[in-house]
């Protein structure tokens, strides 16, 4: 099950407060898991949803003090932001969070969403409220903006935004499928919720509207098989990335220009 992107950075490096490397277990995919985004014959380059994969949340352990105040004890879901390496069901990994208002788009504007999605559970801020089909789409849109920021930092009508999954090389093969289903639809919900105020018919785009957890594996950006970049909402008044002695972090996006891919494997 492998998805390919590309993304395309502008040579920047951002540096934000930092937990200390903590550690999580990927407790596997969450009951949301499960709609499959085809790859559109002869897509071209960019942005381009081939040869396919799976939409849904992954669910994560915290195994340190920082992770379990942020998240609790229990399992957590996140939403994956790296889709260049893989990650096997019980395995541990090294870890740091970030809080996103710290770094820069695409980055800034994914936690965005996913800070709004986390708002709809008031009580928890937990993206397990979320129906599968609303979990399918948040993670589209987290995509959508991880990997095509450059072209669609300005969408603010659901128009613009469709027209961005089915048009030149961001086709997807089976959008019909997916907007039959509602997938398309939270898609939407959650970029508009997230980046975009005023006027429904058209408003302004924020990237700071909201923030959430960016989990970065200790290795950096690209995990080199160190596991898989994700972002959870905070929850209700455990806004802390800190630990008692916090550092500061190098996100490097360094005129990156690659494809990626992601690969979830089954045990």
Request: with cysteine; glycine share 14%; hydrophobic share 40%.
């Amino acid at each position: 099950m492998i998805k390919r992107f590309m993304l395309l950075a502008a040579g920047v490096a951002v540096a934000c407060a930092a937990s200390a490397t903590e550690q999580v277990q990927f407790d596997g995919t969450s009951a949301s898991w499960g709609s499959w985004i085809a790859d559109e014959v002869n897509g071209g380059g960019g942005f381009n949803y081939g040869p396919g994969g799976w939409l849904g949340e992954l669910q994560f352990t915290a195994l340190n003090p920082t992770g379990q105040n942020l998240f609790g004890t229990s399992p957590f879901n996140t939403v994956c932001g790296d889709l260049s390496d893989e990650i096997s069901t019980n395995n541990i990994y090294n870890v740091t969070y970030s809080d996103t208002a710290t770094m820069v788009d695409p980055y800034k504007a994914a936690g965005s969403i996913v800070g709004y999605a986390g708002s709809l559970d008031s009580v928890n801020g937990s993206l397990s409220v979320l129906s599968q089909p609303q979990a399918e789409g948040l993670q589209l849109a987290v995509w959508e903006c991880m990997y095509d920021w450059t072209n669609d930092s300005s969408i603010n009508t659901e128009a613009s935004f469709e027209a961005a999954l089915t048009s030149g090389s961001q086709k997807i093969g089976n959008y019909n499928d997916l907007l039959s289903g509602g997938v398309v639809d939270a898609a939407w919900s959650f970029w508009q919720g997230g980046l975009v105020t005023g006027d429904v018919s058209g408003g302004a785009v924020n990237d700071g509207l909201y923030d959430s957890v960016f989990i970065q594996g200790a290795g950096g950006v690209n995990f080199n098989g160190a596991g898989q970049n994700q972002f959870a909402p905070f929850r209700p008044n455990h806004h802390d990335v800190s630990t008692p002695e916090p550092f500061t972090m190098g996100l490097g996006v360094a005129g990156i220009a690659l494809f990626v891919r992601k690969r979830v494997k089954r045990s």
